[in-house]
């Protein structure tokens, strides 16, 4: 079945730097590719998602790159601030039943 | 606002007990979704369905039981709670499966003492 690794496991920035988040996933059908940010005490809360045709989509200072041929997906913030810490998670799915989900990267922005 | 909303919060239940954690979906989603949260592990399903009566084995099934009664709600149910199952439990909804954008609820923390 589907691996997901993500990495790295914590990630500390200082404000107004970039921050960038890998998912590496093994099974080529994966179609659908999305990621969440949960914040303390809370649940997951879907930041972005694309499909397999899409390479790269910007939203809102979030940046999301696919790059099929080496089965990597690719999280950037590009202007962190203290309100994106949390944790992190990417989710893909070959269009089958379910999501697949990495294992998280805990974010710290210092002000 | 569409919503999924997860009772109780937290739960305290000692081995061997019985416990039902609840899910209710205002987002008139098919599907709905159990997961459980662990540290290492990321999110991993325990059970899912595709609508009312409906109920499909995720990833890690043993020692739950789930049942979806209406369109709106789902539970899941642990009849001999044991400490291995101490952790964060989300439920979670979508339109589609797996190709689609979920909604999750808030999580009940359950300890298993």
């Known amino acids: 079945g589907e691996q997901v690794e993500q990495r790295p496991p914590h990630l500390s920035v200082r404000e107004g730097d970039s921050a960038i988040i890998i998912c590496t996933y093994t099974?080529?059908?994966?179609?659908?590719f999305s990621w969440y940010k949960q914040e303390a005490g809370a649940g997951l809360q879907l930041l972005m998602s694309v499909l397999s045709n899409v390479d790269r989509k910007e939203e809102q200072g979030l940046t999301v790159l696919l790059n099929k041929k080496d089965k990597r997906l690719s999280l950037n913030l590009t202007a962190a601030h203290p309100g994106d810490s949390a944790v992190y998670f990417c989710?893909?799915?070959?269009?089958?039943?379910?999501?697949?989900f990495g294992t998280g990267t805990s974010l710290l922005v210092d002000p | 606002e569409a919503a999924v909303t997860q009772s109780p919060r937290n739960k305290v239940t000692v081995t061997g007990g019985n416990v039902t954690l609840s899910c209710r979906q205002t987002?008139?989603?098919?599907?709905m979704y159990w997961y459980r949260q662990d540290t290492g592990h990321g999110l991993r399903l325990i059970h899912y369905?595709?609508?009312?009566?409906?109920?499909q084995i995720g990833d890690v099934p043993d020692g739950y039981k789930a049942t979806r009664t209406t369109q709106e709600d789902f539970f899941l149910l642990l009849e001999l709670a044991s400490p291995s199952q101490t952790s964060l439990y989300f439920c979670a909804s979508s339109d589609v499966a797996g190709n689609s954008d979920y909604t999750f609820g808030s999580g009940t923390r359950l300890l298993v003492i």
């Open positions: 989710a893909v799915s070959n269009m089958g039943y379910k999501l697949t």
């Open positions: 369905s595709y609508g009312a009566g409906n109920l």
């Open positions: 987002n008139s989603h098919n599907y």
């Open positions: 099974d080529s059908a994966t179609a659908y």
